[in-house]
């Protein structure tokens, strides 16, 4: 089955820790995405990536970083500099430059104590 | 500056009945437009979607109209059943900085009453 993995689906963490969060796609597609939704508010774009070893900041870029290492995944680094990272984290897909929908993955629900 | 707007952030509509959801956008370089249906804590499925060049869109009991003039989009949902229950989000793609990206709505939470 073709899809988007990410683990955990729930992740608790103390303040000032770095806690990284897993995505992985079997879809062979090139776009990956990670998104931050908080209560009542949309989707709010980190970060994304159209290719391997290339990436860019989206409009809440600030206190994450991320790798693209390989095709299937783009795991997201929450670390101690984000000031708000209690949040609901959801990783998405996309065939490079397509017109068509992004995938997104079941999310990870992350909140730091 | 928002620049997809939801702005009913939650509607009741009873089941057999039509739902509508709506969507504002503010640019006019969106070129492609998107319906997404989620459930609480999962991710998004996509549901239906739009061209700019077209006026509506239909796939099954889901229909979304688009009034480029008036930068407005809605979705239908006829008859409505009591799993179509969920927060839908609209979603705008538009081209900058060498890629497409999608801007999202704050979404509208449907309840759809048994």
């Known amino acids: 089955d073709g899809g988007i993995t990410q683990s955990p689906k729930y992740l608790f963490r103390k303040e000032g820790q770095n806690v990284t969060l897993s995505c992985e796609q079997n879809l062979n597609h090139d776009a990956m995405y990670w998104y931050r939704q908080d209560p009542g508010q949309g989707l709010r774009l980190i970060y994304y990536s159209q290719i391997v070893n290339d990436f860019q900041k989206g409009d809440i870029a600030e206190g994450y970083s991320v790798s693209r290492e390989k095709k299937e995944s783009f795991p997201l680094t929450v670390t101690s500099a984000q000031k708000n990272p209690t949040a609901f984290y959801l990783c998405?897909?996309?065939?490079?430059?397509?017109?068509?929908?992004?995938?997104f993955g079941p999310g990870t629900r992350l909140t730091v104590l | 500056d928002q620049q997809v707007k939801q702005n009913s952030p939650s509607l009741s509509v009873q089941e057999g009945r039509i739902s509508i959801l709506n969507c504002d956008y503010t640019?006019?370089?969106?070129?492609?437009f998107l319906w997404y249906k989620k459930y609480p804590a999962e991710g998004p499925t996509f549901l239906i979607s739009?061209?700019?060049?077209?006026d509506k869109n239909e796939d099954g009991r889901f229909t979304v109209f688009l009034n480029k003039s008036a930068k407005h989009l809605s979705l239908h949902i006829v008859p409505s059943q009591p799993g179509d229950s969920a927060v839908y989000f609209c979603?705008?793609?538009?081209?900058?900085?060498?890629?497409?990206?999608?801007?999202f709505g704050k979404g509208t939470k449907l309840s759809v009453i048994p």
């Open positions: 998405a897909s996309s065939i490079r430059d397509s017109t068509d929908e992004q995938f």
């Open positions: 640019n006019s370089m969106f070129d492609y």
């Open positions: 739009i061209s700019s060049i077209k």
């Open positions: 979603a705008a793609r538009g081209y900058g900085a060498g890629s497409y990206q999608l801007t």
